[in-house]
């Protein structure tokens, strides 16, 4: 009986919350007479492609622009924070637990409360409303998260890999290199879903660095697909279908290393 009543909760889960992407592919195939909130749920009576021509006829430049900043963004800050996690878990130094501790601060701070000053930064270096500006501002709020999770994981990794790297005579960074990072794939797929999908949802920092439309990332494109005074919704739904795509094929992709990397380094 605790079985079924287990296997009825899991159904019901999975169907509330498959409910908004049952939505969206059902109002993103209908044309626009069909697609109005009385009858979204409905089976399309015939399958219309125009939301998505349209959809990505307006948001294909922005799509661009959001691949251009995130995969690079992931890529830097996971690089980055595997190197902070190498240092706090195997070259501990004095108050290195304090100064562990007030870096993932980093992730408790409020974006609205840094906007501000974020923004007089990237003016003062010259990448205000640039791709390379948020792609920066990325980096740096995403290095606290994947500290933790390489620290998290190398912590696990035995000590005894250091000192036989350095009996050979190799220096810790090329033990960092040589040893640790291809140990450390695990921790990188875990850090690479996390980043990944945080920095491609983002609303606020897009709209923030990024004024100019034709250059902000797609999230941001995506609420301005709706009209002031109509709304086409099977466009907007199949604008909001095109926007969750790569988030879902990261997570088929990669999902079985997920849980993983995740477990991994948590016994020790």
């Known amino acids: 009986m605790g079985r079924v009543l287990g296997l009825v909760a899991l159904v019901a889960l999975a169907v509330l919350f498959l409910a908004p992407v049952y939505i969206m592919v059902m109002a993103g ?3 626009g007479a069909q697609a109005d909130a009385p ?3 409905e089976l399309p009576k015939k399958i219309d492609f125009e939301g998505l ?4 006829a307006a948001l294909g430049p922005n799509f661009r622009n959001s691949l251009m900043v995130v995969l690079p963004a992931t890529v830097v800050s996971s690089l980055l924070g595997s190197l902070v996690g190498y240092v706090f878990a195997k070259l501990p130094f004095r108050f290195s637990n304090l100064a562990f501790g007030l870096m993932l601060m980093g ?3 409020p974006y609205q409360v840094i906007l501000v000053p974020m923004v007089r ?3 003062s270096v010259n990448l205000y409303g640039s791709l390379v500006g948020l792609a920066l501002v990325h980096v740096v709020y995403g290095i606290p998260i994947a500290a933790l999770i390489f620290r998290n994981y190398f912590a696990g990794l035995p000590h005894e890999i250091i000192e036989a790297g350095q009996v050979d005579g190799a220096s810790h960074w090329l033990i960092f290199r040589k040893v640790m990072l291809p140990l450390a794939l695990p ?3 875990v850090c690479g879903i996390f980043q990944f999908t945080n920095q491609w949802n983002d609303f606020l920092f897009g709209i923030t660095v990024v004024p100019d439309p034709t250059k902000q990332p797609i999230t941001v494109a995506l609420n301005n697909l709706s009209g002031n ?3 086409q919704w099977n466009t907007v739904m199949a604008g909001a279908l095109l926007a969750a795509i790569p988030t879902a094929v990261v997570y088929m992709t990669l999902g079985k ?3 993983r990397g995740l477990t991994a380094g948590s016994v020790k």
């Open 121 to 123: 930064f990237l003016v």
């Open 53 to 56: 021509t349209t959809a990505w």
């Open 187 to 189: 921790a990188f797929v």
């Open 29 to 31: 195939l209908k044309s």
């Open 107 to 109: 992730m408790f701070i």
């Open 39 to 41: 009858h979204m749920w």
């Open 257 to 259: 290393f997920f849980v």
């Open 229 to 231: 005074f109509s709304v």
